[in-house]
């Protein structure tokens, strides 16, 4: 194998396969990267832990095709370093690869390809068209609600379905809840797979949204079998979806009440929340809310830190009423708040609470109370 390439062009496609480069998994190979040259002037570029396999490819100058299996990590840190236009990279007969450009010469350790583990392909898959920035905004307003308590699998990722016309993402933790819906085209080519609603990774999800690039307006969906496979451009994500059934989660969401809604400034809440939080109990993150006309008031205690507290202007009529959150679900969420205002539903003490954006009918987000 010997190829020439620019050096942040390989750079860039290297990042994308660092997530599943695991360096501390049970399996030392799942820490290298496949590297594969074309006759065509591209290399491939595989990397898997498993349960999600990322592949990608770049152009380059290939005067000998051939292969290389080299540690993800390392590779990356060596070229992203590099500042000339073009690097030369061979493969030499210990399987180790030899990086030249000017007077550096470097060689880096590696593994005899055949030991790297054999990938499926999905050439023969029909792929359904997602907007790449609506897919991404889905996973960006769930995953904050994911669980990670590995006791409870069918919790441990977000799930996608198809309702008619409209794709929905919804996660749990119990303590959480998140559900964003999205219109969209041509519903009638989307995998059936979708009806039943299939159940991505956290892992998966973080990997989807490192890696989507909003520059290519769309990502293709296939499902085969057990694995969910997501194309957009020359990358190809596959990860294998959780085998369990996602609770019935309309039956935790309240319905809407106007009448028990705060209209909120986002940004003020935010900022409040924040300076108050800071006397909370680190063990519990318990933060108290009272809401009366007109008027939303913060409280915070701990023995070693001290009180804090603080109240705004809000736009309210309901009665009066005092709650107790964990403050980090609150933050978690206004950091995606999209609008200048949100509209907060408390019924009463023990039942859960629910944040809009503002006026759209498109997303909520459940946060269950804690006792004060």
Known sequence: ????????????????????????????????????????????????????????????????????????????????????????????????????????????????????????????????????????????????????????PNLTGGYLSLNDNQLVMVATDGHRLSKVIREIDQADEAPEDLEKGIIIPRKSLIELKRTLDTAIPQVGLAVSGNNAVFRFGTTTIMVRLIDAGFPDYNRVIPKEMPERQAVIRTDEFTQKLRFVSLFSSPRTNNLSLALQEERLEFTASDPDTGEGRESMAIEYTGPKVQVGFNHRYLTDVMGILKEPHFRFQVTDTFSASLVLDGDRQDDLFLIMPMRL
Request: negative net charge.
């Open 1 to 152: 194998m010997l190829v020439s390439i620019e050096p942040k062009r390989f750079a860039a496609e290297l990042y994308k396969l660092l997530g599943v480069a695991n360096v501390k998994g049970p399996l030392a190979v799942v820490s290298n990267a496949l590297i594969t040259a074309n006759p065509d002037n591209t290399i491939n570029l595989e990397a898997t832990d498993l349960e999600v396999t990322i592949s990608t490819a770049v152009e380059c100058a290939v005067q000998r095709p051939g292969q290389l299996c080299l540690n993800a990590h390392n590779l990356y840190n060596v070229v992203k370093g590099l500042t000339v236009p073009v690097a030369e990279i061979s493969a030499l007969e210990n399987s180790w690869a030899q990086l030249r450009y000017g007077d550096v010469d470097c060689r880096i350790v590696g593994i005899p390809p055949v030991e790297f583990p054999r990938l499926p392909t999905f050439d023969d898959l029909s792929f359904f068209s997602i907007g790449t920035s609506t897919l991404l905004e889905m996973i960006e307003r769930t995953i904050i609600s994911v669980s990670t308590d590995e006791g409870r």
